[in-house]
């Protein structure tokens, strides 16, 4: 159970360990296609922007430019007229929410993006974010609407504009394209155009769409060579658990009989025993009885081997099936089963099977007799036998200490006995059951249980007819 333990435990520490270490590796992955997506489209920004230098990159604004100028001249006398600071304010927002809107709404360089980049065969569905820094009203005074706190001033042609680092940095997710300022003859603004694509995670997903079909296939396989590797390391412990169980119990059975015709045989050189024919007459029945002790089990084993090497030869015969139960029944109860309380009941109405009489009387007496042995009281046996779907079925009922539902796993398996815990409480080889099943299968039938412990176990053999 420990080793047991320990193998599982080592098994899905290392299987986690692998998915973790893929994780890391599709990070990493994701991470780097994000990267050279953005170097990617960065790029590509800057090459358009670059082609549209000078006039061209102001016809990207022209329809802006006329509407806001528009506006700008409606708006200089309403700003004149306001002297309530917080009205101003309030002004001021609106304008700069106005503004906004309309530059988003009326820019063209988006649509030459989209049209630079499909010519380049990319992507060429994107969203586009526009950040305002600076705006001014002009008229005969200036009128300061909106500015940002990191943004420097600098007025067309009295020299380069400086800005403090932080304000050049992209947001995770944007691309920043370009830096632009655009003027009227009564505004002037400076603003910030940035690019995020709309599916960027599936784009990158299918980019690396190759690496993470083969971690998780890679994964998948390792888990299920771990579960088949693991089922057979437990299915190798627990035969060679019945090997091992199967050789002490066949010691203990054969020491059993070897040594009282040991005794035996001691005790007939004793002058007194030689002298007296009863003793000698009763000596040699013991002997006589552990010989053929001795030999039934050698041939059970000899029986095996040879199941195992060819297939059942049964010599067939059409019988009625309730006249053989009777007699096997019968026998049963004056040999083994006298103690046994035995209740028959068959519906059958004299059907006829074709069955090897030698063979289905083990079947039926390996029932009977495991009923006796693995019961803790009376034993009180119910054999009944019905007809359904061309089918003969014989079940055996017992009051007896029941199967667990483990158990009823194995019962079948050759050399396997059911215990408690490590401890067999009952004599026998675990060759009883799976003899049922040989003989079962090979009149083209089969047997099952159903059990509970402490509540007995019914066993039903079907044989078709």
């Known amino acids: 159970m420990q080793k047991k333990n320990t193998v599982l435990i080592l098994g899905v520490f290392s299987i986690l360990v692998l998915i973790a ?23 590509l920004s800057q090459e358009a922007v670059g082609s549209m230098r000078g006039p061209r990159m102001m016809i990207a604004y022209d329809t802006v430019s006329r509407l806001l100028d528009d506006y700008s001249f409606k708006v200089v006398s309403d700003l004149r007229g306001i002297t309530d600071s917080d009205q ?42 526009i950040k305002i820094n600076n705006l001014e009203i002009i008229d005969r005074d200036t009128f300061l609407i909106y500015r940002d706190q990191s943004f420097m001033i600098r007025r067309p042609g009295s020299g380069p504009m400086e800005r403090p680092p932080s304000a050049l940095k992209e947001t995770r997710s944007s691309i920043l394209v370009n830096r632009q300022w655009l003027g009227g003859n009564y505004f002037t603004m400076n603003f910030e155009y940035s690019i995020d694509f709309s599916d960027k995670r599936g784009m990158i997903l299918k980019q690396i769409s190759a690496s993470l079909a083969m971690s998780i296939f890679s994964i998948i396989v390792v888990v299920v060579i771990f579960i088949i590797a693991y089922r057979d390391l437990m299915e190798e412990k627990r035969l060679s658990n019945l090997k091992t169980d199967f050789i002490n119990n066949m010691t203990h059975e054969l020491k059993t009989p070897l040594a009282t015709i040991t005794v035996a045989g001691k005790t007939l050189e004793m002058e007194r025993i030689r002298a007296d024919d009863s003793k000698i007459l009763e000596t040699a029945r013991l002997i006589g009885k552990q010989s053929v002790h001795l030999n039934q089990l050698i041939n059970m084993i000899l029986e095996i081997s040879m199941w195992e090497r060819t297939q059942f030869e049964l010599d067939k015969k059409k019988v009625d099936i309730e006249e053989i139960m009777n007699d096997i029944v019968t026998s049963f109860k004056s040999g083994y089963g006298n103690n046994a309380q035995l209740i028959q009941k068959y519906c059958l109405n004299g059907i006829k099977a074709e069955i090897d009489l030698v063979y289905f009387t083990t079947l039926i007496n390996n029932l009977l007799s495991n009923a006796v042995k693995y019961s803790d009281k009376e034993p009180v046996i119910k054999i009944e036998g019905t007809a359904r779907d061309r089918n003969i079925c014989i ?9 667990s539902r483990t158990d009823q796993k194995h019962i079948f398996d050759k050399f396997y006995r059911a215990s408690s815990g490590n401890i067999h409480k009952f004599k026998g080889l675990g060759l009883g059951l799976y003899y049922v099943k040989k003989i079962a299968v090979a009149h083209g039938g089969d047997v099952s249980v159903s059990s509970k412990p402490g509540k007995g176990s019914i066993f039903t053999v079907t044989i078709p007819y």
């Open 88 to 129: 101003l304010a309030q002004k001021k927002k609106d304008i700069l929410a106005y503004v906004t809107v309309l530059l988003n709404k009326e820019q063209d360089l988006s649509t030459f993006l989209s049209t630079y980049f499909e010519e380049m065969g990319f992507e060429k569905d994107f969203n586009h974010k």
């Open 21 to 43: 270490a893929q994780i890391i590796i599709i990070r990493g992955i994701w991470k780097q296609n994000d990267e050279l997506l953005k170097l990617r489209y960065r790029t």
């Open 395 to 403: 079940s055996v009922a017992d009051n007896g200490i029941g199967i």
